[in-house]
T-cell receptor, first 116, second 109 residues
């Protein structure tokens, strides 16, 4: 079974440009999460989808970030316009929804975003 | 103060040594996730536990709910265990994880 995949693996853009990151969760996983690690800091939560609905978007830094999960399958995270402080590694994770506190989240390899 | 605190930040061991990484967490967190990230690699889930102890190969994770503390132990460490180990807490309400800062482990041959 394929794991969580993310595209692209790396992206280098200039300040003010737009970038769209994609995450394909494990098939059958209703829960999809976006996290981010900024250089030197711990990984931080961005948002959580259950199927196509945003369950929790309390970690989204500002309105330059837009996440979608149309059809409840893959998700995209768009940054527009990108700023220097958006540089970091963006991780996606997915999990089943068994309603258990120990449901494991499976992580993708991450997208390294560099804003110049 | 972060809701999840890890120690040490860095750890160097000789091959074969027993390694312990500690994680303390705040009230409200009901389960702990231990993750591993090799240099240049993705994040791999090792354990998710809410009570007691779990073991997989040479890795053992324990959690003490009363003390709000979890440990990850590596027995008979090997250079391939060199990685960043991260603990992340999950609250009873909601699914999001709150991460510790990670422990960078280097096992020398």
């Amino acid at each position: 079974e394929a794991g969580v995949t993310q595209f692209p693996s790396h992206s280098v853009i200039e300040k003010g440009q737009t970038v769209t990151l994609r995450c394909d969760p494990i098939s059958g996983h209703d829960n999809l999460y976006w996290y981010r690690r900024v250089m030197g800091k711990e990984i931080k939560f961005l948002l959580h989808f259950v199927k196509e609905s945003k369950q929790d978007e309390s970690g989204m830094p500002n309105n330059r970030f837009l996440a979608e999960r149309t059809g409840g399958t893959y998700s995209t995270l768009k940054v527009q316009p990108a700023e220097l402080e958006d540089s970091g590694v963006y991780f996606c994770a997915s999990s089943q929804d068994r309603g258990l506190v120990t449901d494991t989240q499976y992580f993708g390899p991450g997208t390294r975003l560099t804003v110049l | 103060k972060n809701e999840v605190e890890q120690s040490p930040q860095n750890l160097t061991a000789q091959e074969g040594e027993f390694i312990t990484i500690n994680c303390s967490y705040s009230v409200g967190i009901s389960a702990l996730h231990w993750l591993q990230q090799h240099p240049g690699g993705g994040i791999v889930s090792l354990f998710m536990l809410s009570s007691g102890k779990k073991k997989h190969g040479r890795l053992i994770a324990t959690i003490n709910i009363q003390e709000k503390h979890s440990s990850l132990h590596i027995t008979a460490s090997h250079p391939r265990d060199s990685a960043v180990y991260i603990c992340a807490g999950r609250k009873a309400a909601g699914n999001k994880l709150t991460f510790g800062g990670g422990t960078r482990v280097l096992v020398k041959p």
